[in-house]
């Protein structure tokens, strides 16, 4: 039996450095709403630790529709039980405090060390691109640069557009992209970056043409199991949006017709070992993308970001394989909702139709919608989701 845990705010943690980190008001809430999306990762016998006491009704409903049974318990709770290992979203110092007396089988908590911290940064993607970089005849133009002073990254935007990124941040969170030099507000949020964390990744902003990434588990010895491909959808500042979810052979057609090379996997798959094996055990994800140089050249960049934790994509993969249609396809996001009543409105508004475990059609709910909900995580059954995100 193993126990579960959602806190999206470890890399923040990270940034901190401090078990008695409190993530902002925002993410604590993300936290709380979404707090039972671990359920669609673990098995039958397994826990997910919530933040407050689960929703009955709802919990009934995801057992009758979906044949979920995994048990969801507080912390008061879980420390009365004995797990064969914790899994949070992610290792970092306020959940490795959090769960800190929880009982578990020896080699069953991965934990969380501050010799870990530079690990857990930008800086490890930039080095696992300079392990591939001649294997994949990768250009010079999408090698980051480490940066530690406004007058720096004021230089370098008046050369190109750039992407301009924390070195302790996820999901579009921590990332600023000029168009031109910078100006003065850009210039605040970058003086504050280098105040809180002491450099910034710095990479020229790419013609893009799609996002996707790969999906490993590794083990402390260092081998690394290839879990699957995903493909997701990110804002105008690289916040994230949703993320594809069908049959893998969907995906690497896909890619095969814009010219991916299947090699990519194994060469990543090599540098990952190599970089993180005997350090680090545990789900990790490589963001890549598709994009046009600038001869209109179609080319792969394999690691825009590492993601040492579970991420939406391995969510994904579950989604498609456990409770999708076998042969649908659709997507899976994260809805924000502003005011109170909000997420009830539109979540009754949308149908589905379920049939042994699997959405067929329509809108399915993931996560409780209460009246003070204010992100829902949600599973979509559409026949042409390619064409809602483009």
């Not at 100006?183 to 020229?204: D, P």
């Not at 789900?283 to 209109?296: F, K, Q």
Request: charge should be neutral.
């Amino acid at each position: 039996m193993d126990l579960y845990y959602f806190n999206p705010d470890n890399e923040m943690a990270i940034a901190h450095g401090k078990a008695g980190y409190t993530p902002p008001a925002n993410v604590a809430r993300m936290s709380r709403d979404l707090g039972y999306l671990p359920a669609y990762l673990a098995g039958q016998e397994d826990c997910i630790l919530l933040d407050e006491p689960a929703d009955a009704r709802f919990l009934e409903e995801r057992r009758e529709i979906l044949g979920i049974e995994s048990r969801t318990v507080t912390l008061s709770e879980a420390k009365n039980l004995h797990f064969h290992a914790l899994r949070p979203w992610g290792w970092g110092p306020r959940v490795n405090g959090l769960l800190d007396g929880i009982p578990v089988d020896a080699g069953g908590r991965e934990g969380w060390h501050p010799d870990k911290k530079e690990l857990y940064s930008r800086r490890t993607a930039s080095a696992l691109l300079q392990l591939v970089r001649d294997e994949l005849n990768l250009p010079e133009s999408i090698i980051p640069h480490v940066a530690s002073s406004v007058e720096e990254v004021v230089a370098l935007s008046r050369r190109h557009p750039l992407v301009i990124k924390s070195p302790w941040s996820s999901s579009g969170r921590g990332v600023l992209m000029t168009k031109n030099s910078l100006g003065r507000k850009e210039e605040e949020w970058l003086a504050g970056a280098l105040r809180g964390q002491g450099y910034v990744m710095v990479e020229r902003k790419l013609d893009k043409i799609i996002d996707f990434a790969l999906e490993f588990w590794m083990e402390a010895s260092g081998d690394i199991r290839y879990l699957g491909l995903s493909k997701f959808f990110t804002g105008e500042r690289g916040n994230y949006l949703a993320n594809y979810v069908g049959p893998q052979a969907r995906i690497e057609r896909e890619l095969e017709q814009y010219g991916v090379p299947r090699t990519v996997q194994e060469s990543l798959a090599r540098a990952s070992r190599e970089i993180l094996g005997g350090h680090y055990r545990g789900p990790l994800g490589i963001d890549m993308l598709l994009y046009r140089d600038d001869e209109g050249t179609r080319r792969v960049h394999p690691c825009v970001e590492i993601n040492l934790r579970y991420n939406m994509g391995i969510v994904a993969l579950s989604l498609a394989r456990r409770h999708l249609a076998p042969d649908g396809e659709g997507f899976f996001q994260i809805s924000r909702f502003s005011r109170p009543g909000e997420a009830c409105r539109a979540c009754e508004a949308r149908a589905a139709i379920i049939q042994s475990g699997r959405l067929l059609s329509g809108y399915l709910p993931l996560t409780p919608v209460r009246e003070e909900t204010r992100f829902v995580a949600g599973l979509t059954c559409t026949e042409a989701p390619r064409e809602n995100y483009r």
